[in-house]
């Protein structure tokens, strides 16, 4: 059994699918990455010791032994975090507190200005929002030999207005929006403002499903659809991309 120093009181984590790395949500964001004792970690990047056994999980003796887990990346918030998920292909997460009426949607963000070696790991974030608060979310499931990119991450969430509203990662093609119609613009330093209303695309926004996935400098999602959990009716509603840049 290995335990973690966290920042601050810890109230939800996430692993990603391989299990290697884990989210810690509270009032400070922390990513920690598992390492093999005898491995050292430079600014996120593994490096082998001299002395590394040729077996990850076992030591030079060929005894089993527990990873270590080295926190990589941190973020402090405004509110504490209630809720954190990774998506199935691990390039996104998401975390919401306990009365927040938007979901955060977080992305690595890839400064050209540093080698691929010595580039600081860094997220910045999107988020949807909703008129009431948000209860609870959940990434849609993806097969794993699905390689990474090729199809969207689809976020379902469920609000205190008793609607589930899915949201749809835009293709890299479709990056064309009418910024004067976007509904939030959210830089990395500016928290979204409670109360927001919620933002939609017509139901035929499921028609981009298929294109270019790869997170890159910036992250669109849109409303794909709502349901009415009362009546299990679809909801058509108008409404603009989620977008950061």
């Known amino acids: 059994v290995t335990s ?15 299990g290697e790395r884990l989210l810690t949500g509270g009032l400070v964001l922390q990513l920690w990455m598992a390492t093999t004792p005898g491995l050292t970690l430079n600014d996120g990047v593994v490096s082998p010791s001299p002395r590394e056994s040729p ?3 076992l030591s ?9 887990w080295a926190c990589t990346w941190k973020k402090q918030l405004a509110t504490a975090t209630a809720f954190i998920l990774f998506s199935p292909d691990g390039q996104l997460f998401a975390t919401c507190g306990q009365c927040d009426n938007a979901v ?20 910045s974030f999107t988020y949807v929002s909703h008129p009431r608060q948000v209860s609870s979310f959940a990434w849609r499931q993806t097969s794993s030999i699905i390689p990474c990119g090729v199809i969207a991450n689809v976020l379902l969430t469920r609000c205190h207005d008793n609607v589930c509203r899915v949201w749809a990662q835009t293709p890299c093609h479709q990056d064309h929006y009418d910024q004067s119609q976007t509904a939030h613009h959210a830089p990395t330093n500016t928290a979204p403002e409670s109360g927001s209303a919620a933002g939609a ?4 926004g499921t028609q981009h499903m298929s294109g270019c996935y790869k997170v890159g400098s910036s992250l669109h999602f849109h409303l794909a659809g709502s349901i009415d959990q009362g009546s299990n009716l ?7 991309a989620s977008t950061t840049s």
């Open 234 to 240: 679809p909801i058509h509603s108008s409404s603009s």
């Open 60 to 68: 030079g003796e060929g005894v089993e032994v527990c990873p270590q």
């Open 4 to 18: 973690l120093e966290a920042s601050c009181d810890v109230h939800c984590v996430s692993f990603d699918k391989p």
């Open 55 to 57: 077996v990850p999980g």
């Open 104 to 123: 955060k949607i977080w992305y690595e963000v890839k400064s050209s200005l540093y080698g691929i070696t010595e580039a600081p790991l860094d997220f």
């Open 201 to 204: 695309l017509p139901l035929s």
